[in-house]
């Protein structure tokens, strides 16, 4: 059993697992590369194995630093199987048409190579099966298990057993417990495991104290007459943004504001999330009775979704104070930009990051205190407040993985740290060792093991 790290070694992004074992080929997510050059020129580098290839892909979620590549894998030769869970075949669509258009215009104003087209996204497709949580596949000798991340909607950890070996790929594990899905999985008879860290070395907030430190940023931003822009990705923050607001408007906690989410492809994946609603397998016991009394989890007084750019423009008209929800996450593209040019300048505004913002991104500069960027090639100055939750963040934080990585502890042989900027992917492998006395080690992109 031989393990390759061609992605998520050393950084948060790209996740792109090779695992060689039973005669197969298999990869586990196949991930684009993000931070500051959002169609970075990495992304167009040949793949470091031959597409044609490999016999499976296992996709842990949606997101596209773990589904990016796909079209360009297909692209390149790939014939194979993809599988995911139901909700992350139908996200991991939408996703990807998204980041088509996305990096399209970016590829024709760098005069680069588009990395996929939407016929690409369409040919994937066919390739792509679902599986259920719990229901065993089998490739040749190869047994593949989903098991629930608690990350976002769909989200797993693959178990994958071969040679009389089992080994883990924890994909993106979740803030648990999430206010919609259901919380993660653990693991005890394993061999090895392959953990993220992105939040290796930070906690976060406790659940209520985020809402309370919402509610705080919500009155300060209207008693200022302000502008209160929240960059959020459109899978899992903007539902769970949507449902925290809707518990704070219902509890007459926050002041009448208008709240605009102006992101088609955040209101294209609530519809997902409804369709998703009633089925245990997917959200918790209480999502599953507030929807079922009929509760519009998902909507609330002041709530308006502008799909159209028209709509989208007319957020301008209305006066302050006022919410806006809009992608990108990481302010890296999306209709959030267009927010930013506008109110970044103002000092009774506010910017609210509630996600991970990867080194290099321009979410990131702003969190950590630039005067001024450069959007679409405009000079901006930075003069609203700018404030952090990091409890809204869909990733575990070291507390959890550190759990997580526990529940392993009595047979695990090496947990390889991954998908964690180097800082937070040394410390929590650190951490492993000293408390849990389990050998742990920080790949390199490129590195092979015989496990």
């Keep these: ?86 909700p992350t075949k139908e996200i991991a669509e939408l996703l990807l048409l998204d980041s088509e258009h996305v990096l399209g215009k970016e590829a024709d104003l760098k005069g680069i190579p588009h990395l996929y087209t939407e016929d690409d996204v369409k040919e994937a497709m066919m390739y792509w099966q679902t599986a259920r949580y719990h229901a065993p596949l089998s490739l040749g000798d190869v047994a593949v298990e989903f098991y629930d991340a608690g990350h ?76 209160l822009m929240i960059p959020a990705f459109a899978m899992e923050r903007t539902q769970e943004m949507i449902f925290e607001l809707n518990e704070l408007v219902e509890g007459k906690r926050i002041p009448k504001t208008p709240v605009y989410v102006d992101s088609p492809l955040a209101i294209r994946l609530t519809e997902v999330y409804k369709k998703y609603m009633n089925d245990p397998d997917y959200f918790n016991e209480e999502t599953i009775r507030l929807a079922g009394k009929g509760d519009g989890i998902f909507d609330f007084p002041g709530l308006i979704q502008t799909a159209t750019k028209e709509e989208s423009k007319k957020i301008n008209d209305v006066p302050p104070p006022k919410i806006i929800i809009a992608g990108a996450g990481m302010s890296n593209g999306g209709r959030i930009l267009h927010h930013e040019v506008r109110y970044l300048p103002d000092p009774r505004s506010t910017l609210l990051i509630v996600g991970y913002q990867a080194t290099g991104s321009l979410g990131r500069a702003l969190q950590d205190g630039a005067s001024s960027v450069v959007i679409e090639k405009k000079t901006v100055p930075v003069r609203c407040h700018i404030k952090t939750i990091s409890g809204y963040s869909a990733h575990a934080d070291q507390l959890q993985l550190m759990k997580w990585a526990e529940a392993m502890r009595p047979h695990v042989k090496k947990i390889f740290v991954v998908q964690g900027d180097k800082e937070e992917s040394e410390a929590l492998a650190q951490k492993i060792k000293d408390e849990l006395v389990i050998a742990a080690e920080v790949p390199l992109f490129g590195e092979s093991v015989v496990l």
């Design 1 to 86: 059993m031989k393990l390759t790290f061609y992605g998520g070694a050393g950084t948060v992004t790209g996740a792109n697992y090779l695992l060689e074992t039973g005669g197969k080929k298999i990869l586990v997510d196949c991930g684009l590369e993000q931070g500051e050059e959002f169609a970075s020129e990495t992304n167009l580098r040949p793949f470091s194995y031959d597409p044609a290839e490999i016999d499976a892909v296992f996709v842990t979620h949606a997101h596209i630093d773990h589904v990016g590549r796909i079209p360009q894998l297909v692209k390149a030769g790939f014939r194979g199987m993809i599988v995911s869970t139901p």
């Design 152 to 227: 976002v909607l769909g989200s797993s950890s693959i178990l994958i057993t071969a040679e009389g070996k089992k080994i883990v790929f924890s994909g993106d594990l979740g803030n648990t417990p999430a206010p919609l899905i259901k919380p993660i999985e653990y693991f005890g008879d394993v061999d090895y495991a392959l953990i993220e860290s992105a939040y290796g070395n930070r906690i976060h907030e406790h659940p209520e104290e985020r809402k309370n430190m919402m509610e705080d940023v919500i009155e300060d931003t209207v008693r200022d007459g302000g502008v």
